[in-house]
């Protein structure tokens, strides 16, 4: 996110502008380059809502942090078509998951897309938490319950539970 200047925003006012205001600048991949097309128009509006979020974000704006507080969650709860109508472009989101796992069965896959079932870190997660609570471990016994379930490295997931 950035105010220009001298330009759009003189350079005295850019302090004042940054408290104040909230100006981004929409650009697309071929600014000055040439005339853009449907996808490039596309692609500078994603970037703008990206940069308007991390905007909010910076500012604390609540409902910005909660926004990307459900979308983790889904995220974490394998809700795919939460995480879709969430996404800053879901019609793209779900292009891109689709590349991966295509199926209708995909959108209920309790691993993500990325990593596939063996190495994504939220199932690994998921599956140390229902082995810890099955077994009555407490919170604080992660390195027992890691050392059990994927005795080859624990210390990969420790910072994760």
Excluded at 10 to 23: Q, S, V, Y
Aim: net charge negative; hydrophobic share 35%.
């Amino acid at each position: 996110v950035m105010n220009e200047g001298p330009g759009h925003v003189p350079l005295h006012k850019i302090p004042d502008n940054m408290r104040k205001t909230a100006m981004l600048c929409y650009v697309t991949p071929k600014e000055h380059l040439g005339l853009p097309n449907r996808e490039d128009v596309k692609a500078g509006i994603i970037a703008y809502r990206i940069a308007a979020h991390a905007a909010d974000l910076a500012k604390g704006h609540p409902r910005a942090q909660e926004w990307d507080d459900t979308l983790s969650k889904a995220r974490f709860e394998f809700r795919w078509n939460d995480q879709f109508n969430l996404a800053l472009d879901p019609v793209t989101a779900r292009a891109m998951h689709d590349e991966t796992i295509g199926s209708d069965a995909g959108k209920s896959a309790h691993f993500c897309s990325m990593c596939g079932p063996k190495f994504c870190s939220m199932k690994i997660t998921d599956d140390v938490r229902a082995y810890a609570a099955e077994r009555g471990y407490a919170e604080d016994d992660a390195e027992k319950v890691l050392e059990e379930t994927h005795p080859a490295s624990p210390s990969v997931y420790a910072g994760s539970l």
